[in-house]
Every structure is written in structure tokens, then in C-alpha cells.
């Protein structure tokens, strides 16, 4: 009985240590699928953050050279800024105080079909102070223009994401 007994001992311990094995194994590949999901979603969102960085450095360009209404740049930089995941997310309001006031001045005002349909006299205010909010800031916002476009330069890269 004592042979039998052992038999059986030894038996439940090459069971025993084959499942502690095989969970040892399961938990180190787990641990390797983890650490490449993290992996993956910091690249997709370094390759969302160019793509973000490539519209930043375009909007610029069109404000610095004057091809479009600078309420009109503050409003989708400010929007699209926002969008800006990691370490490259920027407090737009503290780092481009001039470009962020003016957003703040025209982001309520009407645009598009919504200013067609106002009536004249409140278009005409609406113009007025947006105009005015415009000359006052143009220069400071063309100086941060300038520099988000500096400051974005480096940080649009084009990342090329393959599955491993």
C-alpha cells in the first residue's frame, strides 16, 4: 500500500506542477499581450497626433500668409487642438493666450448658413466686434501662429503602424 500511496503522490505532483507550469505560461503570455496593446495604442495615438500635427502646421501656413480670417483659424485650432492625445496635449489657452482670447470672442457668434439667416443689423455687430477683436490680436496671433507652427514641426511624424 505504501508503494502505491507514493505512486500516487508522485503522480499528483508531476500533475500539480505541470498546471503550475502551464499557468506560468499563460501568465507570461498574457503579460506579453499587454504590454504589446499598450504598445499599439501609444503608436495609434502618436500616428493621430501627426495626422492632428499635419492639420495644425496647414491652418498656420493659411493664417500666417493671410488666407483666411484669423476667427476663423482660432476657432479650428482651438477645436482641433483639443483633440491632441499624450504628452503632446498643449494647454492652448496658457501657451497662445492672443489666438485662445480671440476663440473665446467669436466661438458663440454665428458662422455660415446660421450668419445668412441673422438679421442684418445683428450680422453687422457680429462683424464689428469680430473685426475688431481681429485687429487687435492680429499681430500677437500671427507671432503665435508662428510658433504652434514650429512647435508642431517635429512633432508630425508619419508613423507607420504593422501589426506584430
Known amino acids: 500500500m505504501s508503494l502505491d500511496t507514493t505512486t500516487l503522490a508522485i503522480a499528483g505532483g508531476v500533475i500539480i506542477f505541470g498546471l503550475a507550469s502551464y499557468a506560468g505560461y499563460l501568465l507570461l503570455q498574457l503579460k506579453k499581450q499587454s504590454e504589446l496593446q499598450q504598445q499599439h495604442r501609444l503608436l495609434a495615438i502618436e500616428k493621430r497626433n501627426a495626422n492632428i500635427f499635419e492639420s495644425v502646421r ?64 445683428e450680422r453687422m455687430q457680429q462683424n464689428l466686434a469680430r473685426h475688431k477683436a481681429e485687429s487687435r490680436l492680429q499681430e500677437a496671433i500671427v507671432v503665435e501662429l508662428e510658433r504652434l507652427q514650429r512647435h508642431v514641426e517635429p512633432l508630425n511624424k508619419q508613423i507607420d503602424i504593422q501589426m506584430v
Open 58 to 121: 496647414v491652418l498656420c501656413m493659411a493664417g500666417i500668409q493671410g488666407q483666411c480670417d484669423l476667427s476663423e483659424i482660432s476657432i479650428r485650432l482651438y477645436n482641433i487642438m483639443d483633440y491632441v492625445q499624450g504628452e503632446q496635449r498643449v494647454d492652448f489657452d496658457q501657451e497662445y493666450p492672443a489666438t485662445s482670447e480671440l476663440f473665446h470672442i467669436v466661438k458663440d457668434m454665428a458662422r455660415g448658413e446660421a450668419r445668412q439667416s441673422l438679421v442684418k443689423k
